[in-house]
């Protein structure tokens, strides 16, 4: 029963290369996303998906690209890191009418 | 838009005594309220919930009421001890209209680091 799982864990880049986050569920969720958590600031949204092959943007899209095309997977790309995109990334799921959202592990990224 | 405003920290207590994190919110439309917690290096669970006014959510001893006339949804535990040293998020999950849930879309307070020193 893996739930939400989220790789690589740690992950270090240099300024301007690109990585995905991967993020895979395994309990048939349609909702999908993805959220950055920063000191003093909690949790905030970067994009997220109602189901495979819908996306929309969140609170700090920027930066950040995002697709869906199966129900299990939704990976976070960066096209071209910058050291304000460090930060810990956790990935969530869940279903409509269940308000509960089921979260990943995270991935701890630093940007240097 | 929507927020959630949460009492900054951190806490520090003493096993046994009474732990109250505040938390109000602002929303335009049904929202549903939500306490999480992060224990050290892992993600986030859902502690307890609350979808309409006046339901109290409880879980492992906290408990936290929806109050739609003062707008909070404060978090409470008569006796903490040390395994609930922890980070707590108060979040909510707004809908257009009272039957339609989604929570794909959450907005988080900013977290309150509990201590409980023995």
């Known amino acids: 029963n893996a739930g939400v799982t989220q790789t690589p864990k740690f992950q270090v880049l240099k300024t301007g290369q690109s990585m995905t986050l991967q993020c895979a569920q395994d309990?048939?969720?349609?909702?999908m996303s993805w959220y950055r958590q920063d000191p003093g600031m909690g949790l905030r949204l970067i994009h997220y998906?109602?189901?495979?092959?819908?996306?929309d943007q969140g609170e700090v899209p920027n930066g950040y690209n995002v697709s869906r095309s199966t129900t299990e997977d939704f990976p976070l790309r960066l096209l071209s890191a910058a050291p304000s995109q460090t930060s810990v990334y956790f990935c969530?799921?869940?279903?409509?009418?269940?308000?509960?959202?089921?979260f990943g592990q995270g991935t701890r990224l630093t940007v240097v | 838009g929507d927020s959630v405003t949460q009492m900054e920290g951190p806490v520090t207590l003493s096993e046994e005594a009474f732990l109250t994190i505040n938390c109000t919110y602002t929303?335009?439309?049904?929202?549903?309220l939500f306490w999480y917690v992060q224990y050290p290096g892992e993600g986030l669970q859902l502690l307890l919930k609350?979808?309409?006014?006046?339901d109290k959510g409880s879980n492992k001893g906290f408990e936290a009421t929806y109050r739609k006339e003062t707008t909070s949804f404060h978090l409470e535990k008569g006796s903490v001890q040390v395994s609930d040293s922890a980070v707590y998020f108060c979040?909510?999950?707004?809908?257009?209209?009272?039957?339609?849930?989604?929570?794909?879309?959450?907005?988080f307070g900013t977290g309150t680091r509990l201590t409980i020193i023995p």
């Open positions: 969530a799921s869940s279903s409509p009418g269940r308000p509960e959202a089921f």
């Open positions: 309990m048939n969720h349609e909702y």
């Open positions: 998906s109602v189901g495979a092959g819908i996306t």
């Open positions: 929303a335009t439309g049904y929202p549903s």
């Open positions: 609350a979808t309409k006014a006046d």
């Open positions: 979040a909510l999950s707004d809908q257009p209209n009272i039957s339609n849930f989604g929570n794909e879309k959450l907005t």
